[in-house]
């Protein structure tokens, strides 16, 4: 899969994250079913967080020299939801209170660095050459990376609908 056809999956996921999002209240996007699950606005932080984070790893993989002769992982296994993930502390949400705008516009800055980031790449065949490693799936080649973005937002959109079924 090349970089413009997951950058179209990176928009639609976010797009839709976005069309679900819209229209929820503040008391629907900050209520927990129980103090050891996360709010829909938790999860957002939590995607924010990602987000800004993976930028960081792939800006990082791109100044590296050193050529990577890894294999290419499958990344199906982010969408299963029958296995629980646990997130590194670093991307852990807060208990802060957020509104819908706030939401949004987080989402849309961090989505603006990575986009710099992708759209700074003059040879876009490094994504495959270089990696950079993940704190809880190791060694993951950039292009990777970038790809599972967007797997992990639709893992939380997966969540975020089973949460709103669970208000009817």
């Not at 008391?27 to 939590?46: A, R, Y």
Request: with cysteine; charged share 30%.
């Amino acid at each position: 899969m090349e970089l413009q056809e997951i950058k179209q999956q990176l928009k639609e996921t976010r797009d839709e994250l976005l069309g679900i999002l819209n229209g929820l209240s503040r008391d629907q996007l900050n209520k927990q079913k129980d103090s050891n699950s996360w709010s829909i606005g938790q999860i957002c932080q939590h995607l924010i967080k990602t987000e800004e984070l993976y930028a960081i790893a792939i800006r990082r993989g791109l100044k590296s020299k050193e050529e990577s002769f890894i294999e290419k992982k499958s990344l199906e296994f982010l969408l299963d939801r029958s296995k629980k993930l646990i997130a590194p502390d670093i991307a852990q949400p807060t208990d802060e209170i957020l509104e819908y705008p706030e939401i949004v516009e987080k989402l849309n800055q961090s989505r603006e660095k990575l986009n710099e980031i992708l759209n700074s790449i003059e040879d876009l065949s490094v994504l495959h050459r270089r990696h950079f490693t993940h704190p809880v799936f190791k060694e993951m080649l950039l292009i990777e990376w970038v790809k599972s973005i967007y797997l992990h937002e639709q893992r939380h959109i997966k969540q975020i609908n089973e949460i709103i079924d669970g208000f009817q």
